[in-house]
């Protein structure tokens, strides 16, 4: 099954995700992935240019930035699957400490329990982090300039890098306890990674922001919603300001089951929700309670038929949630994470075709 994209409403176009994350309605439901792996975009493209996100291949001991695909590649993409924006990401704070040697490397579960250890830390800079990230971001912008599509920057993972990387998760959600201002010190010099990035990509000409920090487990929050508030929405909104101040959208990812810590959200002021697993939330109920306030993003179970079942199996739950979500707009079609390596090439295209078929208002 393939899209025909000799149809306008098929190529891509900036304004149709706008419009949505807007609250307006487009000419059809958009479809946006932050992702797509290298067996999806090998068999799209024809060649192997690996994934669409840097972040997915990791960095190296010698560049902490990982460079993005040509934005060429990302663009042809998107005309083969109808995608309006290319996505870069920075997610992941490149903090880095210094071995016996001198040699710089990476934090990865660095356990900073003590202030001695906190105070060790090298915090990103301009030669290592911001310049390169900034580079790239310019080198999309500018690809995009005569084409209808758009740059979205994905980052601001500021809670998730704490617990998954300068501690481990039970050592963070101890010390929120008992010792809560380290881990507000952690918290506040990694927010001033992402509000330094969205400063700069902002004033770079990025289309949408993507803020992505996953902050709950399938049943529920990952800490008491009051505290999580208190910890997470202060500098959430320091991240995001320099785009709330420039008129651009934010879209927000969360896995999990967020029901409970959706008012932080909306007091965030995001435009979108994203990916409203299907394990962990209903999202028609989602869309009934909270339709009108922002835009739904996702829910296509990567853990079902997608990857597991047939093209007709795939057709057939694409086409349900489609025409459930459809009335009255605010949705945006996704996965509920990426395409990735498990989704065979036929049940993309399946996907998709569902999309085509049922999508269009």
Not at 157 to 162: G, N, R, V
Request: charge should be negative; proline fraction near 6%; aromatic fraction near 12%.
């Amino acid at each position: 099954m393939g899209v025909d994209m000799g149809n306008d409403m098929w190529k891509p176009d900036l304004d149709r995700l706008i419009a949505v994350l807007n609250g307006e309605m487009p000419d059809r439901i958009p479809n946006f992935e932050i992702l797509l792996e290298d067996r999806n975009v090998t068999a799209l493209l024809g060649r192997n240019i690996g994934s669409t996100m840097g972040a997915s291949r990791g960095a190296s001991e010698s560049a902490f930035v990982t460079p993005p695909i040509d934005p060429k590649d990302f663009i042809e993409l998107c005309y083969l699957i109808g995608q309006d924006a290319l996505c870069l990401e920075a997610l992941w704070a490149p903090c880095k400490y210094r071995d016996e040697k001198g040699d710089l490397h990476a934090i990865e579960a660095g356990h900073i329990d003590t202030w001695e250890k906190f105070e060790k830390i090298i915090w990103p800079d301009w030669e290592y982090d911001y310049g390169p990230k900034l580079k790239d971001v310019k080198w999309y912008v500018d690809a995009v300039k005569d084409t209808p599509l758009g740059v979205v920057m994905m980052t601001g993972t500021f809670f998730q890098y704490c617990y998954q990387f300068l501690n481990c998760f039970d050592e963070f959600c101890i010390l929120i306890h008992e010792d809560r201002k380290l881990i507000e010190a952690c918290l506040d010099k990694v927010a001033e990674y992402y509000i330094k990035i969205v400063e700069l990509v902002v004033e770079a000409g990025i289309d949408i922001l993507y803020i992505a920090d996953d902050v709950a487990y399938k049943s529920g929050s990952f800490v008491n919603p009051d505290i999580f508030r208190e910890l997470w929405l202060p500098r959430a909104k320091r991240i995001v300001a320099p785009a709330k101040e420039a008129g651009i959208p934010i879209m927000f990812h969360s896995c999990g089951n967020v029901a409970q810590l959706i008012p932080v959200f909306i007091d965030l002021g995001i435009n979108c929700l994203n990916p409203i697993e299907p394990y962990s939330m209903d999202i028609r109920e989602v869309k009934k309670e909270y339709g009108s306030t922002f835009a739904i993003s996702g829910n296509v179970d990567i853990a079902g038929p997608l990857a597991f079942g047939t093209p007709d199996e795939t057709y057939d739950v694409c086409k349900e949630l489609i025409i459930d979500m459809k009335p009255g707009g605010n949705y945006i079609f996704s996965t509920c994470h990426s395409i990735t390596n498990d989704i065979p090439p036929e049940n993309f295209a399946a996907m998709r075709q569902a999309l085509k078929d049922h999508g269009v208002y």
